[in-house]
């Protein structure tokens, strides 16, 4: 009877021993769940910013290309002008 009495209390603490230590690594395992969850939306607000400041970019793009397409004829006419100009004064040397 005195050796199944050690073989139970010695079985009884592994067990416990066993289940300190799943609680403690369930214990790091939430608190790195925490960390992580913390992480994902510190990342998903910086994606957010970044895809606003990627749209207004985008924005601006559209803008000035519209602008750029308007400049560009009235620069060429502006340059044929002045080509023509100079040939002007060329021919009047």
């Known amino acids: 009877m005195h050796g199944e009495n050690s073989t139970l209390k010695r079985e009884l603490k592994q067990w416990k021993d066993q289940a300190?230590?799943?609680s403690e690594l369930r214990q790091q395992f939430e608190q790195e769940l925490k960390e992580l969850t913390i992480a994902n939306q510190i990342l998903h607000q910086g994606l957010?910013?970044?895809t606003m400041v990627a749209d207004c970019f985008r924005s601006d793009i559209y803008k000035y290309s519209h602008i750029v397409n308007g400049?560009?004829?009235l620069m060429?006419?502006?340059r044929a002008g002045?080509?023509?100009n100079e040939g002007s004064k060329l021919?009047?040397?």
């Open 20 to 22: 300190a230590a799943e």
């Open 48 to 50: 957010q910013k970044s």
């Open 71 to 73: 400049v560009m004829p």
């Open 76 to 78: 060429d006419e502006l």
């Open 82 to 84: 002045l080509t023509l």
């Open 91 to 93: 021919a009047c040397l």
